[in-house]
């Protein structure tokens, strides 16, 4: 299985910018999908999730702001960002798990078995 982030950049506070996660060589609607960010000597935290039902959680920072959407015909999950701030700079991964249960969602990184390489969001003043 292979996840390949895309999206991030620099960008001025209060922008929006959507990230993008495809995944190929496995079945994407089989999976829950996660977002999780690093920022510089913190510990990667997870950021949304949606399950193969569509469920979704959020961060509590995030809430209200970004948005994590799935196109299983594209296999692909995006994280919409928008009313973008100076802290929510970080790489940001997608991570990808099996699940067979529509509505599961974990919030802990160690769930998921599947992540990629990381995409680089810097927010400026």
């Known amino acids: ?38 920022a510089p ?12 039902g569509g469920r979704t959680s959020y961060k509590d920072s995030v809430k209200g702001r970004f948005t994590i959407t799935r196109d299983n015909a594209k296999n692909t999950v995006y994280l919409q960002m928008n009313s973008l701030k100076l802290e929510d700079t970080a790489t940001y991964y997608c991570a990808a798990d099996d699940s067979a249960a529509p509505y599961y969602l974990p919030r802990i990184e160690n ?15």
């Open 111 to 125: 769930a998921y078995d599947y992540w990629g390489q990381g995409t680089q969001v810097t927010v400026s003043s």
């Open 41 to 52: 000597g913190k510990e990667r935290e997870f950021v949304a999730g949606i399950s193969r």
């Open 1 to 38: 299985v292979q996840l390949q982030a895309s999206g991030g950049g620099l960008i001025q506070a209060g922008n929006s910018l959507r990230l993008s996660c495809s995944v190929s060589g496995s079945t994407f609607s089989r999976h829950v999908m996660g977002w999780f960010r690093q």
